[in-house]
């Protein structure tokens, strides 16, 4: 486990100690945001367990918006720069942050990697995180908004059992919708309901980058996310009423 946001034996690493580092990550997130603010560049937190599918969202997200938006990403993997690469074929700026053993990505992290972007001409920056569905929720990036990438392959439980990350998302993606008449015991108003009992204002949008179902109600979403930011998004992505 994680020797920095102490996610290991609490006894390793001190409540004040892990203060400190937050409050050092705090710091710099809040110089990450304000660069972001100043060249009009959105920043997206991009979360999720691996395999959930944060990487081919991108991939349709930019097919979609190709000529349209700039993109940017930087992709958070504890090794390789496999994420990167399909990225950049996509037609995404990319670049990768290999973390070794941490299992999230940190502000630090975040401002080192932009020296190996052009991210002052980009619209949108999205930062895809290490698959995890603990320690990146812990962690201000300078992010403008977080997004959950969440499959139905991973069943109906998991915001239940990992409340943190959903109840600071500002949208829920739900993906692999396409998969569902294939997965027995598996309901997409369960986990609506599951959302339902973490987030303050639950906000999902079911999503297959396969059929293409839900698509374009995720980049209206990030068209309202340009404009207004994430205090003044409309709750129109999703209701609890499927």
């Known amino acids: 486990m994680c020797d920095t946001c102490g996610c290991g034996d609490p006894k390793v690493v001190p409540v004040d100690v892990h203060e400190r580092i937050l409050a050092g990550n705090d710091r710099a997130a809040a110089h990450n945001r304000v660069h972001f603010r100043e060249h009009g560049v959105v920043a997206v ?10 990487t081919a969202v991108l991939e349709t997200t930019a097919r979609r918006l190709a000529g349209r938006e700039r993109l940017g990403a930087l992709a958070g993997d504890l090794a390789t720069d496999r994420d990167a690469e399909r990225l950049r074929a996509a037609g995404i700026t990319a670049a990768s942050i290999t973390t070794g053993s941490a299992c999230h990505l940190d502000a630090d992290m975040v401002h080192c990697g932009l020296h190996e972007l052009p ?29 959950v990438v969440l499959s139905v392959t991973e069943g109906e439980d998991k915001p239940l059992k ?11 993606l739900i993906t692999k919708i396409d998969l569902l008449p294939h997965l027995a ?3 997409l108003e369960a986990i609506v309901d599951a959302l339902a009992r973490v987030m303050p204002e639950p906000e999902f949008i079911p999503l297959s980058v396969v059929t293409g179902e839900g698509v374009e109600r995720w980049l209206a979403w990030l068209e309202r996310l340009e404009r207004f930011g994430p205090a ?9 009423r499927l």
């Open 119 to 147: 991210w002052r001409d980009l619209d949108y920056l999205f930062i895809e995180n290490v698959g995890n569905l603990v320690c990146p929720a812990i962690y201000d990036l300078g992010q403008e908004a977080n997004v």
């Open 45 to 54: 937190n991009l979360m999720g367990s691996p395999g959930a599918g944060k």
């Open 185 to 187: 015991g598996v309901r």
């Open 232 to 240: 003044r998004l409309s709750r129109t992505a999703g209701s609890l």
């Open 162 to 172: 990992y409340p943190v990350m959903f109840r600071k998302a500002d949208l829920v």
